[in-house]
Every structure is written in structure tokens, then in C-alpha cells.
């Protein structure tokens, strides 16, 4: 009983929240579907570890909850919950089994300009699957991975934004095409989206947007 009444009170908290912005929630899945690949990469397309013997995985299902949409700023904001779930055949050790992961997403779309692909992960303990740039300021690379379609490019874009990054929260993102998406991994069971927290979110990834969507300085260091 108890999670059911915290479920509806999820919904509806999340349904006046998009009413009070005048946002649109989404139910449909094929435009869940488009998102989803509009915001290709993580933590909807992760780079799993290499099939082996002793490691199998299987299919991966997506589901995404309290789709909100509607503007920001002078441009377009998705919010939702997403919900993955991995198949696996083998762990290495003969058995079968799913881990399930949440997350909460924002995300501004439509951005004014097309931009490389540009990615800022935290360094944890973890190493990432493949290795980043280095960048033109090592206090970026001291607290960040950064993966980039455009090093040079990237590198001079991150730097500029240096002051913004190292004073924000942080946190993970991605810039492609048109789009910059922010993730953060769900603790609470059940989990849902802090919805205290987006109005400062979305304005930070605004600021991150204005910042890498002004055309680039190709005149280098003088």
C-alpha cells in the first residue's frame, strides 16, 4: 500500500509541476522512442564490456516515466525518469539474472547552434570504456573525463567554460547536434525526480549551452 500511495503521489506531483510551467507531458511510445534516440549514448546506449565467456549480456529494455516537455529559456526542456533494465545470460560465474538501474534526465533541445559531440563524465574509481581527451586546462581533467567527436574544437570549449564547471555541481552531460542532456543515477526506491531540483538544473545546463553553442575562437592561445 505504501508504494502504491507514494506512486500516486509521484504522478501527481509531477503532473501540477508540468501544469504550473504550462509543459506537455508525453505518453506516447513512439515519441519515447525517438527520444530516447534523439539522446543517443549514456545512460540510454551504454558501452557494455565486451562479450567473453565468462561475461554474456543479453537485451536491454527501456522504459521512460513522467515525460514533461515545454520551454525554457529561450528554447525547449525535456524531463523524465528512465528505467533500464539488462538481461544477463552468463555473469561469468554460470548464472542468469537482470540488473535494473534508474535515472532522472534533463535535457534542453533545440539548441541555436550544432555542436561536436562533447561529453563530461566525473572521474570515480571507475575507469570509463574507452580513454578521453586531455584538455587545455588540467583542472578539467583532474575532476573530468572528457570524450569528443572534436578534440580541438572541445578543448577550447571547455576550457572557456572552465570557471562554470569547476564551481557547478559537477555533474555528468552530453552535447550533440542539437541537443545537451544531463543524467544522474536514482538511489531512492521507488525512484523519482526531484523535482525541487530542475528548475536550477536546466538553467545550469542553459549556461553550458550559451557557453559551447557561440561560434568557436580558431585563433588559439596568444
Known sequence: MGF?????????????????????????????????????????HPQLPEPTPYYVPGRRRHRLFHVMRGAHRAGSAVVFLYTAEQEILDDGFGRRGRESSSYWIA??????????????????AMLPPRPGITTADPRIDERFHVHTTDP?????????????????????????????????????????IPLDRVDATLD???????????????????
Open 4 to 44: 502504491m500511495r507514494d506512486h500516486r503521489d509521484g504522478v501527481r506531483a509531477v503532473r501540477e509541476f508540468a501544469e504550473a510551467r504550462g509543459w506537455t507531458l508525453i505518453t506516447s511510445a513512439e515519441e519515447h522512442r525517438a527520444l530516447l534516440e534523439r539522446l543517443h549514448g549514456e545512460p540510454f
Open 152 to 192: 580541438a574544437w572541445a578543448s577550447r570549449a571547455v576550457s572557456a567554460l572552465a570557471p562554470m564547471l569547476l564551481q557547478g555541481t559537477g555533474r555528468a552531460w552530453r552535447a550533440s547536434g542539437t541537443s545537451i542532456v544531463t543524467w544522474e543515477w536514482i538511489r531512492a526506491r521507488p525512484p523519482g
Open 107 to 124: 535535457a534542453l533541445v533545440d539548441l541555436p547552434a550544432r555542436v561536436p559531440r562533447l561529453q563530461l563524465t566525473p572521474r570515480t
Open 204 to 222: 545550469e545546463l542553459a549556461g553550458i549551452a550559451d557557453g559551447i553553442s557561440r561560434p568557436p575562437d580558431r585563433s588559439g592561445p596568444r
